[in-house]
């Protein structure tokens, strides 16, 4: 679902162009770009006979929606034209739509791309229609209606799903560990040896002689197998698939507040202190190089190929880790940190109607919709992401569970309350650059001054 990856180095412009380099709910890159774009359709009052568009980029979704689309129209009369495109194609074709006005009345929206959107009056403000409506904000996971709302106290969107990040493992290969599914959930990290974490992926790690990584004789410089993957994807300024788990369960959080970060804490000790350990196991050999995670982006490839032994990766993510016939997977929450509990980011996806959209009463009602148990059952049913809404989040558990999928190593962070809203602020673009590239510094050669240049930057930016 998700947003893949999640937080994206992006360009400036108009509207935001280009993403290179990511979160969140969440979502697939996969897919192919469709032939041209969508039409904002007439201005007849919604009905027979009217049409709107809708965009998305994740084909493991639209099958879902569509059906949600066909449920609407006999519903309500109103046709949904949907349109798929991949996460690059996705954002430049609305960009260009937006600058020739044939944007779609209703795209899926993303929390990087959103306060840009909001100050550049792209997205409707629907708060006096979720208010005239009696929509209930109440229904959706804790948090996630609150993303949605800007700084002048608009709402640009409705949850329509979330994510949280968990720990995929090759079960064949953990089991010969020992170690069991209820000790994997039980797992523990610190910044000084690792804890039982660290243990774990330290005998998951094999060298090209066959020498684990808590073996005499271990070759650091010729591992065959490497107990934890790091993602190139996620190496960037919200660590979603990569450092952030550890620091946010070592007592540390981006910035003052989200949603409208204005003050970061890139230079903390805690998170230097947490990306001191992540950095270690670099180090040791129980985990990739930032060079072979750049080069190589996205370490599904690589897992499946029996490269790696585990993958800390997002829930949307699910269907192409639990779905492999090959290798046999399972799914671990995060480990318990210094805390004394776990951590995740938690993020989701709205969907937002185009202010120079001429059918905006029907887009608000196909919104309104998708922000509903009638769409969000049916895509619970589908047992490809969680749902915003809690009741649909619980149907989508059971499907996953009914095709032999055990979840819950996401939807713990949940139920405990451990997840952390990704920041959501102004010149994003700019804070995420200049901390993507500290922390691929201080990973590389362990120099903390990047982190505070970078962090003295971006506060700059809010002064």
């Given at each position: 679902m998700r947003h893949t990856p999640f937080w994206r180095r992006v360009g400036s412009g108009v509207v935001l162009a280009t993403v290179a380099g990511m979160m969140l709910a969440g979502c697939s890159s996969t897919g192919t770009t469709a032939s041209s774009a969508a039409s904002p359709g007439t201005s007849q009052a919604p009905g027979a006979g009217t049409e709107i568009s809708y965009w998305l980029w994740d084909t493991n979704q639209q099958p879902a929606y569509q059906q949600c689309a066909a449920d609407f129209e006999k519903e309500s009369g109103v046709k949904v034209k949907i349109e798929q495109y991949g996460w690059n194609d996705y954002w430049q074709n609305l960009t260009t739509g937006f600058a020739s006005a044939t944007a779609p009345d209703v795209f899926t929206d993303h929390l990087s791309y959103f306060p840009q959107f909001v100050s550049q009056g792209q997205l409707l403000n629907i708060a006096d229609k979720v208010s005239a409506d009696n929509v209930d904000l109440a229904q959706y996971q804790d948090g996630l209606a609150d993303l949605w709302v800007g700084q002048d106290g608009g709402r640009y969107g409705l949850p329509k799903d979330f994510d949280t990040v968990a720990v995929f493992y090759n079960t064949k290969m953990v089991e010969k560990t020992g170690v069991s599914a209820d000790e994997l959930a039980k797992l523990t990290w610190n910044p000084t040896d690792g804890g039982t974490y660290e243990k774990l992926i330290a005998a998951l790690t094999v060298d090209k002689n066959g020498k684990h990584g808590n073996e005499a004789g271990f070759d650091k410089k010729n591992v065959a197998v490497y107990g934890?993957?790091?993602?190139?994807?996620?190496?960037?300024?919200?660590?979603?698939q990569t450092w952030a788990p550890y620091a946010l369960s070592n007592n540390w959080y981006f910035g003052d507040k989200t949603p409208w970060t204005t003050q970061w804490k890139f230079d903390d000790p805690a998170l230097i202190q947490a990306l001191g350990w992540y950095r270690s196991l670099q180090q040791k050999g129980f985990m990739p190089s930032v060079d072979i995670a750049l080069s190589e982006q996205d370490p599904l490839k690589g897992y499946l190929a029996g490269k790696y032994a585990m993958v800390t990766d997002g829930s949307w993510m699910n269907s192409s880790y639990l779905g492999q016939d090959g290798v046999a997977t399972k799914v671990a929450p995060s480990p318990i940190?210094?805390?004394?509990?776990?951590?995740?980011?938690?993020?989701?996806?709205?969907?937002?109607i185009w202010s120079g959209s001429k059918n905006q009463d029907a887009a608000w009602k196909w919104v309104k919709y998708l922000g509903s148990s009638a769409c969000q059952d049916v895509v619970a049913k589908s047992a490809v992401v969680f749902p915003a809404i809690k009741t649909s989040t619980e149907k989508a558990t059971q499907a996953f569970t009914?095709?032999?999928w055990d979840v819950s190593g996401f939807t713990v962070q949940v139920t405990e309350g451990t997840t952390a809203l990704l920041p959501i602020a102004d010149h994003w673009s700019e804070v995420n650059d200049k901390v993507t590239a500290a922390i691929e510094t201080y990973l590389k050669n362990g120099d903390a001054s990047a982190l505070k240049k970078a962090n003295e930057e971006v506060n700059a930016l809010f002064k």
């Open positions: 934890l993957a790091l993602s190139g994807n996620g190496l960037n300024a919200s660590g979603q940190g210094p805390s004394g509990k776990r951590a995740s980011v938690f993020n989701g996806l709205s969907d937002g009914d095709k032999g």
